[in-house]
């Protein structure tokens, strides 16, 4: 078990202006492409978002579930002392970026956002902080939140730990998001929004998104405020999302695919034993050529040191399936063993291979005013067939009851409401 994020060390705060707020990047000299890393910042005690959505046990209303001050939530709130998480009203002094700089990776492009990483990234703009459990590999990114957009990065981490690189998890998301827009949204088959990248490249060293921030608030920190009929009804609309996903076409390869199929994206995402068994790939055609489950985590990764140090077995653990080595992929898969659910891999391949979000959990949900208005984090998106997308959803990206106290809940039924999005599958077929 990974250890509890400590709280972050204080750091030099952003210039402020009179009236309080952020002063825009504008007006702060832009300096020369830095090759040097930053200071690093100690993990805050925040939310791990690569955990599933935690649903409060706490019944007491407030004045909408919508509300964006955490100043008028009740002390009961769990996310009450997280202000920048979930919860967003753009307001007139808001941060934006220079359009001169949207999507440029020019010299003075890169001055500028690492200008704005410098000054801007610090406590008082951190929404999420990964989990630190010592490991010699820097896990996870820092999540900030600078008026209008949002910052995904891993330069802060530590010197002398080995980061991960989620380039291939970046550009991912931005092809995934550019589709969509594409193929969905400029069709006419939804207007529930996406985010408009800015950045996605190198900065300082790590690995850096920025994008726009959605307005709004996350079903996540809504839940506890909503009656079921309402949380019913956005599951349908959620439901009617994914199926306008599906007009963005079957996989260009025929098989299971990320938008950006790079050879590291598995390690990057750090995807669960779990995960990785529900989404292996069909076998091969006979004679098709090609290596068995490019993309999809069960070759051996390039650094196969770390990758045994994370998942505590290798490939002569008796967790690894045989049928996998009689099927021709060396060593096998990793399973996670003691699962007595059917097991869901290269026995039971899945042959629709059309485009889901694939984490559609409630905080990537942005609503307003009962309604789906955008979904964020589509580093996970792709070809997964629809099948594999319920099975994760339902196992993976869902809370399950196994996460949870049973005796903190009031009542039968606010423990049955806590899992209902677990069912945003059911009922429904592409």
């Known amino acids: 078990m990974a250890t509890q994020p400590q709280p972050i060390s204080k750091i030099p705060s952003p210039a402020v202006a009179a009236d309080g707020y952020l002063t825009p990047l504008a007006e702060i000299p832009t300096p020369g492409p830095s090759p040097s890393s930053t200071p690093a910042l100690a993990p805050a005690a925040a939310k791990n978002k690569d955990l599933p959505p935690t649903p409060p046990s706490s019944s007491t209303p407030t004045p909408s579930p919508y509300e964006t001050d955490p100043n008028l939530l009740p002390d009961s709130d769990p996310f009450r002392d997280m202000p920048l998480y979930g919860r967003y009203a753009p307001s007139p002094t808001d941060f934006h970026p220079d359009p001169a700089h949207i999507q440029s990776t020019s010299p003075a492009s890169i001055a500028y956002w690492e200008n704005l990483l410098k000054d801007y990234c610090n406590e008082d703009t951190l929404m999420l902080s990964p989990v630190d459990d010592d490991s010699a590999i820097a896990l996870g990114r820092w999540i900030f939140a600078i008026g209008s957009v ?111 199929d790079d050879y590291n994206a598995i390690w990057a995402r750090a995807l669960t034993p779990r995960e990785r068994k529900l989404m292996l790939p069909p076998p091969p055609a006979p004679g098709g050529g090609g290596r068995v489950g490019v993309g999809w985590g069960v070759q051996k990764r390039k650094d196969s ?29 990793f399973d996670d063993g003691g699962s007595s659910d059917e097991e869901y ?86």
Do not use: C
């Open 150 to 260: 949002v910052i995904k990065t891993n330069h802060l981490a530590p010197a002398g730990r080995r980061r991960r690189d989620y380039s291939g998890v970046d550009r991912n998301e931005v092809e995934a998001i550019r589709l969509v827009k594409e193929r969905v949204i400029a069709a006419g088959k939804t207007d529930i929004r996406v985010p408009q990248v800015y950045f996605q490249g190198k900065l300082l060293g790590g690995d850096v998104l920025v994008q726009e921030r959605l307005p709004g608030v996350s079903l996540e920190v809504a839940w506890p405020y909503l009656s079921r009929e309402r949380k019913e009804a956005l599951m349908r609309q959620a439901r009617s999302f994914l199926i306008a996903l599906l007009d963005v076409g079957v996989s260009p390869s025929g098989r299971r695919a990320y938008v950006v």
């Open 345 to 430: 891999s290269l026995e039971h391949p899945d042959s629709d291979t059309r485009f889901t979000h694939n984490d559609m959990s409630t905080g990537n949900i942005i609503i307003d005013d009962d309604r789906i208005v955008g979904v964020v984090d589509w580093e996970h998106a792709g070809w997964i067939g629809w099948r594999t997308a319920a099975l994760l959803h339902k196992e993976v990206r869902a809370p399950l009851p196994e996460m949870f106290d049973r005796k903190e809940f009031a009542s039968d039924e606010e423990w049955e409401d806590a899992f209902l999005w677990k069912k945003l599958y059911d009922e429904i077929s592409p």
């Open 305 to 333: 040191a770390v990758g045994a140090a994370e998942e505590g077995a290798s490939a002569a653990s008796p967790r690894f399936s045989t049928s996998l080595r009689e099927a021709g992929v060396p060593g096998g898969v």
